[in-house]
């Protein structure tokens, strides 16, 4: 709750009067500009917070949107591509994969981590050959 009120009071501006509901103007050096406080009233106001005051930054959003948007469509474009091409013939797109071979020999990492000693490694052999499969 107190981390919260800092916010608040930290995005809270300084010098500001509210002069009619939503207008805000600061005292800067002698003049005044036109502001747009992401809190006011100990509350955020969360259009000037993402949107307000400056193009650059509504520019920024808008472009972080957009990018998000677009690497959605195109991640998902990627994948369903993928996806379907294994559908369509599964045994095809496998063809590429000889053999698969485990032997389960004792090597230095495994007796390094302690594996050797839990596990029987000489009791475990398997080859698969997917071009038998056809």
Not at 11 to 28: H, M, N
Not at 76 to 103: G, H, R, S, T
Request: hydrophobic share 40%; net charge negative.
């Amino acid at each position: 709750m107190e981390k919260e009120n800092f916010f608040i009071k930290a995005l809270t501006p300084k010098d500001t009067e509210e002069i009619k509901p939503g207008l805000f103007i600061q005292r800067k050096l002698g003049g005044y500009r036109n502001v747009y406080p992401a809190a006011w009233n100990g509350k955020i106001i969360w259009a000037n917070f993402l949107f307000g005051g400056s193009v650059f930054k509504t520019i920024g959003w808008f472009a972080i949107i957009l990018f998000v948007v677009w690497s959605y469509q195109h991640d998902v474009a990627e994948y369903k591509e993928f996806y379907e091409k294994i559908q369509q013939d599964p045994f095809a797109w496998c063809l590429d994969v000889q053999d698969y071979y485990v032997n389960g020999g004792c090597t230095k990492e495994n007796q390094a981590i302690g594996l050797c000693d839990s596990i029987d490694y000489n009791s475990f052999n398997a080859t698969i050959n997917l071009n038998s499969l056809a």
